[in-house]
């Protein structure tokens, strides 16, 4: 089985929004929507009564996490959303009837609704780049290196990114201590966030 996926290097991420930019432009994104958004979390203290300097402060890009259990599946009436074999969750629009239950159902708010096709969207993980082997456009064009594109049944540090390079090969070493998720809300979020000598948040 395959499960698709990508992984961020929190620590190499510089919040320049190229990630957001790259997906709009590829995918036709609309103005005031976005498939993946990049959260500034911080500054925060980084001990118990720390003031400035001492703080920690990191950007988060947050997109659909292509959970294992996604509830946004468990809710659609109408089985447009649906998990294909490479394990992303995608929707078929020509069963969305934009009930929006399963923006609602989603713990991440990654999905919104496509008020001119009155149909929802999300992150396909760029399905249509990733069948011809290519990398996803978040990753292929991120500047710092920061996020990478394989495969969960494997080991994240063969994940690929732009130039070729795979995640062990190129950054930084870190533990498993180090990889984090987002809240688990009983849907089993897949991407992994890999933040070193800072507090996640």
Request: glycine share 10%.
């Amino acid at each position: 089985m395959t499960r698709y996926g990508i992984v961020t290097d929190v620590n190499r991420c510089v919040g320049c929004l190229g990630c957001s930019v790259a997906c709009k432009a590829v995918n036709g994104v609309p103005v005031g929507s976005f498939w993946n958004k990049t959260l500034r979390i911080g500054p925060n203290p980084v001990a118990e009564g720390g003031n400035w300097p001492d703080v920690d402060l990191y950007f988060l890009t947050v997109s659909c996490q292509h959970c294992d259990n996604p509830a946004c599946v468990s809710v659609c009436p109408t089985e447009a959303s649906h998990v294909v074999a490479d394990g992303t969750v995608q929707v078929d629009k020509s069963k969305c009837i934009g009930c929006q239950f399963c923006a609602m159902a989603c713990p991440y708010g990654v999905r919104y609704l496509n008020e001119e096709e009155r149909v929802v969207e999300k992150c396909t993980l760029c399905e249509q780049q990733i069948a011809q082997g290519e990398l996803p456009q978040c990753v292929s064009q991120c500047g710092g290196m920061a996020r990478w594109f394989g495969d969960f049944d494997g080991d994240i540090r063969a994940f690929k990114g732009a130039g070729g390079h795979t995640l062990g090969e190129f950054c930084e070493e870190f533990s498993d201590a180090d990889v984090h998720s987002l809240p688990d809300a009983g849907n089993k979020p897949r991407g992994r966030f890999i933040l070193r000598r800072m507090t996640w948040r």
